[in-house]
């Protein structure tokens, strides 16, 4: 009875670490050190290449408020104003559509989906998260315009980017909702607060920072896309505003015009346009982390 006092008192006996495991615990942290340094060599290469060579055009005067309307293609001049425009708009209109219909869906299969509906919506949603660009961009093609006779615009690169951003959103509304306590939720009903209720005035807005973030980081992805403005819109060297109609510039277009121009000017914009997306999109993560940290810091 004695020595099992004296052995709780002093607590358990914890045995030194082995060798062995020292030496795995070291190697594996030299594996992974490793390979995250690896990783980092291209990007970093990149970022470097694409500063060193875009920041003539990006510190240009007339870079982020004029179009190179009437410019001609030996002249480095003008701005890539228009393709600015059109990159946001293109994308803003595919938000709009895309995150009510991917938040309804994450909601859905997180606090209804159950059957043969819910698990055929999943495995819609993955096939969509696997589609190439290309093949969203000759849907929307083969929708839209050759079969409705809808003209080639803004508009139609938009629902390609829909397809695109769509997944994103419903498997970031998804993940952040089962985040959520189920207490939290047991706790409302025991109240006597319906269901639905209960998802829009809990669940979600406990979910809601990770839900921005999401929605931010979905945006960024498309923003960037390639194939569906090369496909579904030409290329236009003024600004267009309307997006039904009429050829609409992006970045992503605007670079893909100018690797066809031989003069120095038209490199010096390629690299420009590249430089100004990537930081458009480093905006749009860096919006996301702030969003994120400051709605979870009002929360608690």
Do not use: C
Not at 85 to 104: F, K
Not at 154 to 182: C, G, W
């Amino acid at each position: 009875m004695t020595d099992t006092l004296d052995a709780a008192v002093k607590g358990p006996t914890f045995h030194p670490i082995s060798t062995s495991r020292k030496i795995k615990d070291k190697l594996a942290t030299i594996l992974f050190t490793g390979a995250f340094l690896v990783a980092l060599v291209p990007l970093a290469w990149v970022l470097v290449t694409v500063l060193g060579k875009g920041l003539r055009a990006v510190i240009h005067p007339t870079w982020w408020t004029n179009s190179l309307y009437g410019i001609l293609p030996e002249q480095f001049a003008g701005g890539v104003y228009h393709a600015i425009y059109g990159t946001i708009i293109q994308s803003l209109i595919a938000a709009a559509i895309s995150v009510p219909l991917g938040i309804m869906v994450g909601v859905y299969l997180v606090e209804y989906g159950r059957g043969a509906l819910a698990r055929t919506t999943t495995f819609m949603v993955d096939i969509l998260a696997g589609v190439p660009s290309i093949v969203a961009a000759l849907f929307v093609f083969a929708a839209w315009i050759a079969t409705m006779g809808f003209q080639q615009s803004a508009f139609a690169v938009s629902l390609a980017l829909v397809l695109l951003m769509l997944p994103l959103v419903v498997r970031s509304t998804e993940e952040m909702l089962k985040l959520v306590p189920d207490e939290l939720r047991e706790a409302s009903y025991a109240l006597g607060v319906p269901k639905w209720k209960t998802i829009v005035r809990i669940v979600i807005p406990t979910a809601l920072p990770g839900m921005i973030s999401g929605i931010l980081l979905a945006l960024a992805r498309v923003m960037g896309e390639t194939a569906p403005v090369l496909i579904l819109v030409g290329y236009s060297t003024a600004i267009n505003m309307d997006v039904f109609q009429g050829n609409m510039a992006s970045l992503p277009l605007l670079i893909y015009t100018e690797l066809k121009n031989p003069e120095a000017a038209g490199v010096d914009r390629v690299w420009g346009a590249a430089l100004t997306l990537i930081i458009m999109v480093a905006v749009l993560y860096l919006a996301a982390a702030l969003v994120n940290r400051f709605l979870t810091r009002n929360r608690v």
